[in-house]
């Protein structure tokens, strides 16, 4: 993977999936999160196929990055379909929850790429601003969870780093226990660079009560349209009887 | 007066002692440089100032005690700009990076965007808006660090080798930016580096080694003390060498820091 395929990291751009509000977006993602999580059909699965390949379109960032990225974890598709295959005996239930795993990358993908972190902890932070009255740390769990995605997307770029610096120390790369070894590097410093991150956001006061957002985007009909097809689909899986 | 106050200040990594009963005060509106070899304790100094570690001492900025519950006040009054700006980034776009910190302190879109505006144009930074600061150079990385401390309007400016990385026209042009903020807005200036020649720039030059403070006082006065200088690591910039030697003949008669000032005085 070279730096053409950012994995789950922020693409810039302008595109209306790049101008969303922050709020709004993150209602999409979760909505569209859940719906992925209740269909149990071909046909539901088809449906919220077209639905993220038209975000896709619409985020105008290169379909084949989108490709590319979710097919870098074949491993982990392989390793989900054989564990509940071995647990179901069930062809049927095995593919549709690959199939479910493989959607929920991708929709991953499209928030991360065109949202940016300090965006999607404020979008979390909004959504669950009622929280607080209950005394939930809820900018902090925002906080974490921005991070959490930035600890993801370093663990790739970490484990580049890695292997640089393994070939220019002349290590070969048909050593059998190499990706061991780059697996074993990578997730200390990849939590140590989030966690860090973290500290880097408290030292420039975030967390602060009357936080502004300087890329507050209006709520368009585009926003308002992607929180409600979810609500659809759900409509159409839940009371049609498709599931 | 004094804007900031370090007296007797004690810290040590395990076992080693990097200050032990350490004093320094600066004055309100001053350019203070602190110039030391590696291993002096100057990024440690920096990181006791942004409260990055604890040290038992008594710690007071803009008369305010430097502690848990004055950290966030003192803070918004102080800039920093760290040697490695990748520890500072926090966004994906300078833009972000830029409108963060005014963010988080609720700040109005309006008047983050009017500073966005000057500053970046100021350090010349304007068409690196929309890039991500971990993919610039390293002289572009520290010029937007150096703005987003520039975007708070800080009253002290706290720089641990924050010009290590750019090139040498476009630094005397952003040390021409400092001395102007120094002098007309009255920041004052808390310069960390062991390069020399940014030290011309300042009032007041301290030579700190091995947590001590060797030599402190006004430019000439510290460069009388050239061996001293050379005995602890650090270079003597070439227009404070040939003044003293020209000093020496007779040819001048007090150290001159403008190189083409220095040549005419020769031809003179």
Known sequence: MNSKYPFFKYVTGDSKMHLMNSKTKILWFMMTFITILLVKDYLSIAIISLFLISLMLISKINFLTYLSNSICLFVFYLLIFSITFSITFNLNIAIMITLKVFLIIILFLILTFTTSLSEIAWGFECCFSKLKKINIPVSKISLRIAMDLKFISSMFEQSKMIKKSMAYRGISNKNIFKPLFIFSKVIPLSYRLSRKMEKIMRLRFYGNKKRTNYRENKITIFDKSLVVIPFIILYFVIWLGWC | MDILNISNLTFRYKNKFIFDNFNLSVERGSWTTIAGPNGAGKTT??????????????????????????????????????????????????????????????????????????????????????????????????????????????????????????????????????????????????????????????????????GIITIDGSFPKVFSEEMVMRKIGLEVPFEIELSQKLRVYNIIDELELDPERLVSLIWK
Not at chain 2, 111 to 137: M, Q, R
Request: glycine residues 4%; aromatic residues 6%.
């Open chain 2, 45 to 210: 100094l920096v990181k006791l100032l942004a409260g990055l570690e604890k040290s038992y001492s008594n710690i007071t900025i803009l008369d305010k005690t430097l502690n848990k519950k004055n950290l966030l006040n003192i803070r918004k009054e102080v800039g920093f700009v760290f040697d490695n700006p990748d520890n500072f980034f926090a966004c994906e776009t300078v833009l972000d990076e830029l409108a963060f910190s005014l963010e988080n302190l609720g700040e109005s879109p309006k008047t983050i965007k009017k500073k966005i505006d000057e500053i970046s144009k100021l350090l010349k930074i304007d068409g690196l808006l929309n890039e991500n600061p971990y993919d610039l150079s390293g002289g572009e990385k520290q010029k937007v660090a150096l703005a987003c401390a520039l975007m708070l309007e800080p009253r002290i400016l706290i720089l641990d080798d924050a010009l290590l990385m750019i090139d040498i026209n476009e630094k005397k042009q952003i040390l021409n930016i400092l001395k102007d903020y120094n002098k007309n807005k009255k920041v004052t200036i808390l310069s960390f580096t062991h390069n020399l020649d940014e030290a011309i720039y300042s009032d007041r030059l301290v030579i700190l080694n091995r």
